[in-house]
């Protein structure tokens, strides 16, 4: 018997988890060999195994946040970029009790977000009620993605190596499948423990903070999606397994007859009977059959050899159920009766939803709060990353073509359609959401959609906000509308199937659909992966050379060599391509801190230099200088291509600027204090520290040994040039928001600066603040809820009568009504704000256009309104009854991704001014616009006789091959 029984529970076991073990399988085929220890070397993989070393030495010394050397001239560490991919690194680490390398600990990290796409959608699938064709057929699709540049898929994930996003998406997800399966659970339809659920989708919620920014704006976008169709409708479709019970409604107790039922709203007492025949094929089905395939909206009968059943009476809830009833594990057995249960009414469904919505979001930021509010407090300190996607029109055309993304299967991009087509007209409440969801955030990435709405008049964040990431976000919910048609074919199959001949041909007939269909998703899918190289990781530095990692790891040994004994010294600059990161891995393996001379992915911080001179060199204390080729007389050592040349010109850790001396006391930047000494300065003399600034820095003066310490100000400096300053408080305000597109070339204000006296200057690093600890504890109270949650329902039951109260129609519109009259006012009062501006005026009809516009631009790696020119024929905007000023305050700009382009086009740029009702015009500024990014702001003066009123004419000619995309704008304010 012990035998049996146990090949039954592994018969049992293997029915329930063959999903995950295929999903699981083909993740690691894809993979491999990443899943055996062996780092993917492509792109940003080194960037984001340096970030978790970094921040394991940080832990290692008992900070959550702190000071971090090793890149740039210095960078917060764990505090502006999301933190939940490091400690994943960390985590798998610290599990093999540091047997695993770092390499090794990074690659089974990076196996686990690679299939944790495959597993989220597995659980979404699930929840849908689909049976597991549903949730099966979405993960494969989305393993095998080909993806592209921003829009996630392999080519993102893998190829680029931008994983966090990935990781972010797949836990959001994961947190809405745990809530559809609370939601179920509430309404009786399957079995589990609801406030489980809830406790899970918390946890996720926290992880998708904590590892991407854009899961915010995706789960703010999904809240009062939940309510309008879960809230409403009940998550519907059918699923259950018989292993424990289904609590009450918004807190009210189910009888136990009922909450004890295997599945489903049809209590056990009616399997009870022992005259209603059940077909075999749904008796054994591992997911209960549905009377609705893929939507739950219609209320279809019992069965009629289980509803003829006179002494199994069926309750009321289930005929009235808005969602269809589930027949699940009825088996024969005694005759009970079973009690009635009122119907869950709309009132308590929503209360119900609002109720597990709130707990799970809830929780799950204040889960997040340690790095969530620092994060926020110091956003203005974050880089900005703007990027328009593409016109609505363009992304039509391309769905047209089954392609709701760049490079999706047609066949995956038409069934999510159909899909799409069915949640609309009869999808079940879960279903719509994905499919409201899917559709929300696919048109967010449009530019027609970003501008119609000024969304960036609601928040400054959506004007640097890269829109195709929305893509990324939507992919998922895509998948499951395609595995949805899939697997309400199969439970369609599996409803109809009977001893009568047309029912058993329409069977037949389903299935045979569902087949075909999935022939071709898994034909189409495959195809389109193999001629995009889903399945090839490249596990070489540089591929096809071996010879160039053998030279690397023996620069590597000779780093680490000149490292020892020069604990302050031994950064070492990088000179090769711009978005090359083949040696970012290098401190893990030396110590040495680098500057790298390019691009650097994977921090937000806006101090970010790249260029490479030798006064920014010589300023970083770069003492080496890392180089593919070259020869020259300081070089020092060579390993195969690599080149190493010494630098004697590197400066210490500040300086004054004028009259004066300075001595280093104390120089300690990851721990955060840097202390100087200062004699014979004058008025005029200035003090700066090579160290990027950033609000945790407090820099005290001691004019004495004996004397009190007082606080000082600070201001930040260019790193080379004399340009412009700015404070800590300008750009936390978001005066200084933007960026430059070919990168900080060290003209903008970076350095920390204060004015110089004789006495002691300490630079000291202020790893607490009040929102530190208010985080904190925000996030341990959170983690004891969430574990009570785990335990008990009793948060949920307490919880349960205010939601109720809460869920009253005038309440509920009370707080539509106030959510609206904010939101309204808050872009209101930004429209009113860019009033003055000439892109306003236009939009407004305040002004006269030839083949002119206004829209969005980016510029500064930032999205600011503009007067778009028409690059095709002359344009001409005429302002009339103006306030011009002495100077125009105005800017021209080229699309920044249109100048870094080759020049095919130019612009001639006119502006003229005249009094009002004067026929003569007065030529202001001729010139053409240079071809380069960032906006262009040229000194135009105006007549005195213009300044307080004039007619403003801006003409703006194209010529050329192609001109790149170019606008303006001009703030002129009413006479």
């Not at 004699?679 to 004397?707: C, E, I, K, M, N």
Request: net charge positive.
């Amino acid at each position: 018997m012990s035998g049996a029984g146990s090949r039954g529970r592994l018969l049992r076991l293997a029915v329930r988890t063959w999903p995950f073990a295929l999903v699981t399988a083909l993740g690691l085929w894809l993979l491999w060999p990443v899943p055996a220890g062996v780092m993917p070397l492509s792109a940003d993989h080194t960037v984001h195994l340096t970030r978790a070393w970094l921040y394991g030495q940080q832990l290692a010394g008992g900070h959550l946040v702190g000071w971090s050397p090793f890149w740039f001239f210095g960078f917060p560490l764990g505090e502006l970029y999301p933190p939940l991919g490091d400690l994943l690194v960390l985590a798998v680490r610290g599990l093999s009790l540091g047997l695993l390398d770092w390499a090794q600990a990074y690659a089974l990290a990076f196996t686990l977000v690679f299939l944790l796409q495959g597993w989220a959608l597995l659980r979404c699938g699930r929840a849908l009620g689909l049976g597991p064709l549903a949730g099966l057929v979405a993960a494969a699709l989305a393993l095998l993605d080909a993806g592209a540049y921003r829009e996630g898929g392999w080519v993102y994930t893998v190829t680029y190596g931008v994983w966090p996003q990935a990781l972010a998406t797949s836990l959001a997800y994961w947190a809405l499948a745990e809530l559809a399966l609370a939601a179920r659970v509430r309404e009786g339809m399957s079995p589990g423990t609801h406030h489980r659920h809830l406790a899970l989708a918390a946890f996720a919620t926290a992880g998708a903070v904590l590892a991407h920014p854009m899961s915010l704006p995706m789960l703010a976008m999904a809240a009062p999606l939940w309510l309008l169709t879960v809230g409403l409708r009940g998550p519907g479709g059918p699923q259950g397994r018989n292993d424990s019970s289904a609590p009450g409604v918004a807190g009210r107790p189910v009888p136990a007859a009922i909450s004890s039922s295997a599945a489903s709203p049809v209590p056990s007492a009616i399997s009870a009977c022992a005259n209603s025949p059940v077909p075999a094929a749904i008796s054994a089905s591992a997911a209960s059959p549905v009377l609705s395939a893929i939507s739950t909206g219609s209320r279809s009968p019992v069965p009629s050899a289980i509803s003829a059943c006179a002494n199994s009476p069926v309750p009321a809830a289930i005929s009235a159920s808005a969602g269809s009833p589930v027949l699940s594990a009825i088996s024969t057995g005694s005759r009970s009766p079973v009690p009635s249960v009122s119907p869950i009414t709309r009132r308590e469904r929503l209360a119900g939803a609002a109720l597990d919505l709130a707990l799970a979001l809830g929780l799950g930021l204040a889960l997040a709060a340690w790095w969530l509010w620092p994060m926020s407090a110091h956003r203005g300190y974050m880089a900005s990353y703007g990027w328009l996607y593409a016109p609505l029109d363009a992304m039509v055309r391309m769905l047209r073509a089954g392609q709701w993304t760049q490079l999706m299967a047609p066949a995956a991009g038409f069934t999510a359609l159909l899909g799409l087509g069915i949640a609309a007209v009869r999808g079940s409440g879960f279903l719509r959401f994905l499919a409201l969801l899917a559709l929300l955030h696919w048109l967010l990435a449009s530019t027609d959609v970003f501008w119609t709405l000024r969304l960036d008049r609601l928040s400054s964040g959506f004007s640097h906000i890269q829109y195709q990431r929305f893509l990324t976000a939507a992919k998922p919910a895509l998948f499951l509308l395609a595995g949805a048609v899939v697997g309400g074919l199969a439970v369609l199959a599996r409803r109809t199937w009977s001893k009568r001949p047309a029912l058993r041909a329409m069977s037949i007939g389903t299935a045979v659909v569902a087949a075909a269909l999935v022939a071709w998703l898994a034909r189409d899918a495959w195809n389109l992966a193999r001629r995009h190289g889903v399945g090839v990781v490249q596990v070489e530095r540089v591929p096809g050379d071996p010879a160039f990692e053998a030279a690397y790891q023996q620069f590597l040994a000779w780093a680490a060599s000149a490292r020892q004994g020069q604990p302050a010294g031994g950064r070492i600059a990088v000179r090769t391509d711009r978005n090359a990161h083949w040696f970012m891995d290098s401190p893990v393996y030396t110590g040495a801190p680098i500057y790298k001379l390019g691009f650097t992915p994977g921090d937000n911080f806006v101090h970010k230099p790249e260029a490479g001179s030798s006064r920014i060199l010589d300023l970083a204390q770069a003492r080496y200088l890392l180089t593919t080729g070259g020869s020259g007389a300081s070089q020092i050592a060579s390993f195969g291509p690599l080149r190493v040349f010494e630098r004697p010109g590197a400066a210490g850790i500040a300086r004054v600027d004028g009259p004066g001396e300075l001595r280093v006391e104390a120089a300690d930047l990851q721990a955060g204090r840097v202390r100087v000494r200062l004699t014979g300065t004058a008025p005029d003399s200035r003090l700066v520290f090579h160290v990027a600034g950033y609000p945790r820095w407090d820099l005290s003066f001691q004019p004495g040994d004996d004397a009190p310490a007082e606080s000082v100000p600070w201001i930040e400096v260019p790193v080379v040039g004399d340009g412009p300053t700015a404070t800590p408080e300008q750009r936390l305000r978001g005066e200084l928001r933007g960026g430059k597109a070919l990168g900080d070339d060290g003209s903008e204000p970076t350095l920390i600066a204060a004015p110089a006296r004789d006495g002691v200057f300490e630079l000291h690093y202020a790893r607490w603040r009040w929102f530190d600890a208010a985080g904190l504890l925000a996030s341990l109270a959170a983690l004891i809820a969430c574990v009570s949650l785990l335990r008990s329902p009793r948060l949920v039951d307490r919880l349960g009568p205010l939601a109720r109260r809460l869920a009253h129609p005038a309440v509920l519109a009370a707080l539509v009504a106030a959510a609206l009259l904010v939101a309204g006012l808050r872009w209101r009062a930004a429209a009113g704000r860019e009033r003055p501006q000439a892109s306003a005026r236009l939009a407004d009809g305040r002004a006269t256009a030839t083949h002119a516009r206004s829209g969005p631009l980016k510029t500064d790696m930032l999205i600011f309104p503009a007067v778009l020119a028409d690059p095709r024929r002359p344009t001409e905007v005429v302002f009339e009854g103006v306030a011009p000023g002495p100077t125009l305050d105005a800017w021209f700009a080229l699309d920044d991704d249109d100048a870094k382009q080759r020049r095919r086009g130019s612009y001639r740029v006119q502006v003229d001014a005249r009094a009002p009702g004067s026929p003569a015009w007065t030529p202001l500024a001729d010139f053409t616009a240079a071809h380069r990014p960032d906006r262009q702001r040229p000194r135009i003066p105006v007549p005195e006789d213009m300044q307080r009123a004039a007619d403003l004419t801006v003409r703006i000619t194209p010529s050329g091959e192609a001109p790149p995309r170019f606008g303006f704008d001009v703030v002129l304010a009413d006479p």
